[in-house]
């Protein structure tokens, strides 16, 4: 089964550094763009960015940029979000998903396979 | 960019037919047949069942359409059934600036 598996939850303080991974398994993702979204409790979605796991092409949204890097392991098909100081703000569910792509076409905005989501709470 | 707007719930009961609406502008909906939607259960992934406007993943019942008019685009359920109780998100590329926006959410309530 193809699959996107995310790390488990996280307790964090203001100001503590956090890295979260994206683990694809069923089959290489190595030519795969996964893109992490937010959703901030009681709140929708919002696209954070993409990252193409075959080189780290990174795309940030404008809202994102600056606030977390996105990296990639091609060898382990691994995705990954990190933050360098966290904010209670950053409090929410994040989700990992792969660009949809069929026969050979990849289609811009839509996400076929979703990760579990991991949350993150940021409290002191 | 703000997000798309959504109406934030509708209802409908078994068998009936409902439309969600999500608004745009014309650098985003309006620009682009990139919209796609999303059915999101509480606690679970979000699933795919539109995208590039009108089209439907392998698996997705006919029940679910999609269509668009200018600046808004449209998501039409048709023979409601329990199940489809859940949250809808619409997605728009936005363009090489901006590049993904989603909508806020409507709540659908099957009556």
């Known amino acids: 089964e193809v699959q996107l598996v995310q790390s488990g939850a996280e307790v964090k303080k203001p100001g503590e550094s956090l890295k979260i991974s994206c683990k694809g398994s069923?089959?290489?993702?190595?030519?795969?763009?996964i893109a992490w979204v937010r959703q901030m409790p009681g709140k929708g979605l919002e696209w954070m960015g993409i990252i193409y796991l075959g080189d780290s092409d990174t795309r940030y949204s404008p809202s994102f940029r600056g606030q977390v890097t996105m990296s990639a392991d091609k060898s382990i098909n691994t995705a990954y979000l990190q933050w360098s100081s966290l904010k209670a703000s950053d409090t929410a569910m994040y989700y990992c998903?792969?660009?949809?792509?069929?026969?050979?076409?990849?289609?811009?905005?839509?996400?076929?396979?979703w990760g579990q989501g991991t949350v993150v709470s940021v409290s002191s | 960019q703000s997000a798309l707007t959504q109406p934030r719930s509708v209802s409908g009961s078994p068998g009936q037919s409902v439309t969600i609406s999500c608004t745009g502008t014309?650098?985003?909906?309006?620009?682009?047949?990139?919209v796609s939607w999303y059915q999101h259960h509480p606690g679970k992934a979000p699933k795919l069942i539109i995208y590039d406007v009108t089209q439907r993943p392998s698996g997705v019942p006919d029940r679910f359409s999609g269509s668009k008019s200018g600046n808004t685009a449209s998501l039409s359920i048709s023979g409601l059934q329990a199940e489809d109780e859940a949250d809808y998100f619409c997605c728009s590329y936005a363009g090489h600036n901006t590049f993904v926006i989603f909508g806020g959410g409507t709540k659908l309530t099957v009556l």
């Open positions: 014309s650098s985003d909906i309006g620009d682009y047949n990139y």
């Open positions: 069923g089959y290489s993702f190595t030519s795969d763009w």
């Open positions: 998903a792969r660009r949809f792509c069929s026969g050979g076409s990849c289609y811009l905005g839509s996400y076929d396979i």
